[in-house]
Each structure stands twice: as C-alpha cells, then as structure tokens.
C-alpha cells in the first residue's frame, strides 16, 4: 500500500512539474501571432491556480482526520510566522527550512499544503498579489519533493542540496509571472535575463536553507518524528535509519 502512495505521488507531481514547464516553453517558443494574441500573465496564473486546486482535491480525497488537519495547520501557521520577523532581510528566512522538512517527515500531500498555508498567512503581512500564486506553488512543490526523496543515512546533506538548488527553482517560479506579465516580447533571451536579474536574492534565499538544514535540521526533524509518532500519521513514510539517526 505504502508503494502505491509512493509511486502515485510522484507521479502526481511530476505531471504538475512537466504541465507547469510545459506551459512556460509554450509561451517562449509561441508564434508571434499567437503571442499577441493571448495574455501569457493571465495563462501562467491560470494554470498555475488549477495545478494548485488539483492538490487541494487530491488533499481532500485523502481520509485526513482532526489531529492530522490541525498539525498542517499548526505547521503552516509556525512556518509563516517564522518568515515575517526576516522580512527586512531579501529573500532570508526559515519558512522554507520548515516547509522542508515538514514535507520529508509528514509526506508530499502534508508538505504542499504547509507550503500554501506559509504564503497564505504570510502574506496577509506582507502583502497579496498576483506573485501569491506562484508563491504557494513554490513554496508547495519545496514541501512535496522533500517527501519523495529516497531516504539515506545521509539524509541531512540531502536535504542541504535540494535545499541550495531550489532556492533557485523557487525564484525562477515567482519570477514566472513577472515575465509572462510585464516583459515583451517573451523570448528565451528575455526568460532568461529576468532569471538572472533575481540571481543575488535567490542566492542569499538557497544559502539560508543550507544553513538552517546543517544548523536546525536533525533536532528539527527529531522533534517532528517525535509528533509524527504522537499523531499516527498513517500516511507518512519514516526511514528506520532516520529514526535511528535521531534517537540519540
């Protein structure tokens, strides 16, 4: 049964990964008359929103209990609250460390949804906009990838690497919608300069997730361990050698 999920889920999210790419490259290679013709902003957000509803139903189709809906949304809540204090500082904080290792210990469905909740609740501070979208999709896939990575002793640097790679990948999802949106003509020339115009602040953003992993990771996930025993998650998939990492 355990498989069954396993392999379900990642193929749940890969079809969202290559729908999503999918709809990028259409907008770069696109016609010239084609491009003219249709709001590449309004599509990227579209798409985006019903990628992000079909998690939302896959969530609501799954036997999810009290204990379980108030422990996302207790993650959820602790993850944005965590990012507001290091709004001043770009891109530095540790809602992505959270969403992290909540998706690695509680699973992909668990660690999309704190991943929504973080831009959700957060941004009721910080601000709404357009970029919501992409951020919960963002935040989401950095919760839900983390629960399908196949578990190592070695667990921790694992987590540091995607950690460092996908501060990346989580700028270039927001910076989608600023260059479907705001920036003509849409060419890979200028896909990729809007990339590169975010590269400092991505990279003070894949930095902060390593540091915070190789600083906070093994006592954090021991204590989620702890949680995940506490509330049976039935769902989760914990390594016995993550288990025997943490006992001590």
């Given at each position: 049964m355990?498989?069954?999920?396993?392999?379900?889920?990642?193929?749940?999210?890969?079809?969202?990964?290559?729908?999503?790419?999918?709809?990028?490259?259409?907008?770069?290679?696109?016609?010239?008359?084609?491009?003219?013709?249709?709001n590449?902003?309004?599509?990227?957000?579209?798409?985006?929103?019903?990628?992000?509803?079909?998690?939302?139903?896959?969530?609501?189709?799954?036997?999810?209990?009290?204990?379980?809906?108030?422990?996302?949304?207790?993650?959820?809540?602790?993850?944005?609250?965590?990012?507001?204090?290091?709004?001043?500082?770009?891109?530095?904080?540790?809602?992505?460390?959270?969403?992290?290792?909540?998706?690695?210990v509680?699973?992909?469905?668990?660690?999309?949804?704190?991943?929504?909740?973080?831009?959700?609740?957060?941004?009721l501070?910080?601000?709404?906009?357009?970029?919501?979208?992409f951020?919960?999709?963002?935040?989401?896939?950095?919760?839900?990838?983390?629960?399908?990575?196949?578990?190592?002793?070695?667990?921790?640097?694992?987590?540091?690497?995607?950690?460092?790679?996908?501060?990346?990948?989580?700028?270039?999802?927001?910076?989608?919608?600023?260059?479907?949106?705001?920036?003509?003509?849409?060419?890979?020339?200028?896909?990729?300069?809007?990339?590169?115009?975010?590269?400092?602040?991505?990279?003070?953003?894949?930095?902060?997730?390593?540091?915070?992993?190789?600083?906070?990771?093994?006592?954090?996930?021991?204590?989620?361990?702890?949680?995940?025993?506490?509330?049976?998650?039935?769902?989760?998939?914990?390594?016995?050698?993550?288990?025997?990492?943490?006992?001590?």
């Amino acid at each position: 049964m355990n498989n069954c999920l396993k392999n379900r889920s990642r193929l749940y999210f890969l079809v969202i990964l290559l729908t999503a790419a999918a709809t990028i490259m259409v907008a770069i290679y696109a016609a010239s008359w084609l491009g003219r013709s249709m709001n590449w902003g309004l599509v990227a957000m579209v798409v985006t929103g019903l990628l992000i509803l079909a998690v939302f139903y896959e969530f609501e189709s799954h036997k999810i209990n009290s204990r379980e809906i108030a422990l996302i949304s207790m993650m959820g809540t602790l993850s944005a609250v965590s990012r507001i204090p290091f709004a001043p500082i770009p891109n530095v904080q540790p809602a992505t460390f959270i969403i992290m290792c909540t998706g690695y210990v509680f699973g992909p469905l668990a660690g999309f949804m704190t991943g929504a909740m973080t831009a959700i609740i957060s941004n009721l501070f910080l601000g709404h906009g357009p970029w919501t979208l992409f951020q919960i999709f963002g935040w989401g896939l950095a919760g839900a990838i983390p629960g399908m990575i196949p578990r190592t002793r070695a667990y921790i640097w694992v987590l540091a690497g995607f950690g460092l790679v996908w501060g990346y990948f989580y700028g270039a999802i927001v910076n989608t919608w600023f260059w479907a949106s705001l920036i003509y003509p849409l060419t890979w020339q200028t896909f990729l300069i809007s990339m590169l115009n975010s590269v400092w602040f991505d990279t003070m953003h894949a930095a902060a997730n390593v540091i915070f992993v190789l600083m906070l990771g093994k006592r954090t996930i021991a204590i989620m361990l702890k949680w995940h025993q506490r509330f049976f998650w039935q769902s989760g998939r914990v390594p016995e050698s993550t288990v025997d990492n943490n006992a001590g």
